[in-house]
């Protein structure tokens, strides 16, 4: 019975992927993937309350890997002294960007169905998610390093927004073209790269430690 249970649910999962895939979240049809499975209506509600729970099994669940990956990551550089946080800023950022991207292209069928087909549900924001995660990062890295007499302004914080959208916008570029893994790590290492030496030089005109 265990088996048969695993099996049906298993198949339930292949047929709404490729729904989900064709369809997107909003188009894709519950009565389709039921009959597609080869199971009731009332089989399907003994695995699933809904559209959007099966949805959250297959895609929610990248949704949650990669945002609290990257909270968490943010969370143990802001816990480093100032000096740390300086000496290891790069590293930190170079490895917590190539994870996300190591994920996402063995998860991309997943990702890209996030990226580009889950209007209508919590995951939707998902970009934004990480968009807000490196501004509020952001704006608390240049407290710590700035001058005494440096306050963040409207301006500031407008520019942070600028730039972790660029980032992360540019970051989903990579997961929805249909570019070779290799690709993808050479134009993340450019990004890297572009972006690295671009804060470096912003950093020199707020902190005395650059």
Do not use: C
């Amino acid at each position: 019975m265990v088996a048969e249970n695993s099996e049906t649910k298993n198949r339930i999962l292949s047929v709404a992927m490729d729904e989900f895939d064709a369809e997107g979240y909003r188009g894709a049809s519950l009565r389709k993937i039921v009959k597609m499975a080869g199971v009731t209506t009332g089989a399907f509600y003994g695995y699933y309350d809904s559209k959007l729970d099966l949805f959250d099994e297959l895609i929610g669940i990248h949704y949650r890997k990669i945002t609290e990956y990257f909270q968490k990551t943010v969370d143990k550089f802001e816990s480093l002294s100032q000096e740390k946080q300086l000496q290891s800023m790069e590293d930190i950022s170079s490895k917590s960007l190539d994870w996300m991207l190591n994920y996402s292209y063995e998860n991309i069928r997943a990702l890209r169905i996030l990226l580009t087909k889950s209007d209508g549900t919590p995951f939707y924001n998902f970009v934004d998610r990480l968009i807000e995660i490196e501004e509020i990062s952001t704006e608390r890295f240049i407290l710590l390093i700035g001058r005494d007499d440096y306050e963040i302004s409207e301006s500031d914080k407008r520019f942070f927004h600028m730039v972790s959208t660029g980032l992360f916008n540019a970051f989903s570029e990579l997961i929805i073209h249909d570019m070779s893994f290799e690709e993808a790590k050479r134009q993340m290492d450019l990004l890297r790269r572009f972006y690295t030496a671009g804060w470096m030089e912003i950093l020199k005109d707020i902190s005395d430690e650059i």
